[in-house]
């Protein structure tokens, strides 16, 4: 079976945490090359991991969901030196965990109940805003600023910091599968056209 270099750049970017921060490409690069050297080494000198075929795996990995018109797999910091997945990214890792294992022998590393995702996951079920919305209040009924304090901004923030917010959390609930706080999360996205306009 063949695996793309886009699924074991994928798989290296979760395994160091990627679903919920930023990795620094270079960290990639080498987990990347451990898992499988001949792919992600320099060209002329294999030995060395190879970061530039990483971000090329990225680009590659974004360009093939822009054309289908899916959202993007992975988004990098403004100097692209660092990368972190999108929500739809860590469904990605889920969905080939099988294919990237049987290429390189490493099973997906089990989610933490102390880990980032499952952290962050907590704090939302313990806000405010998730607590009236699992008793029956609608999403369209809490407030701005509510929804801002969950999401960790200000209330005043652009639509697009929002949906940014909103992603990384639903980052870490699909991590940790949690489909409550995802539906949840669905929800808050729709308000952002209405309450951010």
Excluded at 46 to 69: C, I, L
Excluded at 85 to 101: F, H, I, P
Excluded at 153 to 182: G, H, N, T, W, Y
């Amino acid at each position: 079976m063949e695996v793309s270099n886009v699924i074991l750049a994928l798989a290296s970017l979760d395994r160091l945490g990627g679903a919920t921060k930023f990795v620094d490409i270079e960290e990639v690069a080498l987990e990347a090359f451990k898992l499988a050297p001949d792919r992600f080494g320099w060209r002329t000198k294999k030995q060395y991991p190879s970061w530039e075929r990483v971000r090329t795996a990225f680009v590659h990995a974004n360009q093939n969901e822009q054309r289908r018109g899916a959202q993007l797999l992975v988004i990098s910091n403004t100097d692209g030196t660092a990368w972190k997945l999108t929500a739809e990214g860590v469904n990605s890792v889920r969905t080939n965990a099988g294919k990237a294992e049987a290429a390189t022998g490493r099973k997906r590393a089990a989610i933490s109940p102390t880990g980032p995702s499952a952290r962050r996951v907590r704090e939302i079920r313990n806000h405010p805003t998730f607590q009236r919305f699992q008793h029956g209040t609608a999403v369209a009924d809490i407030e701005r600023y509510e929804l801002a304090d969950m999401l960790v901004c200000p209330p005043d923030s652009s639509a697009s910091f929002v949906k940014r917010k909103i992603d990384s959390a639903l980052a870490a609930a699909r991590d940790v599968q949690d489909e409550e706080v995802e539906r949840f999360l669905g929800e808050v996205s729709k308000e952002v056209g209405r309450k951010w306009a």
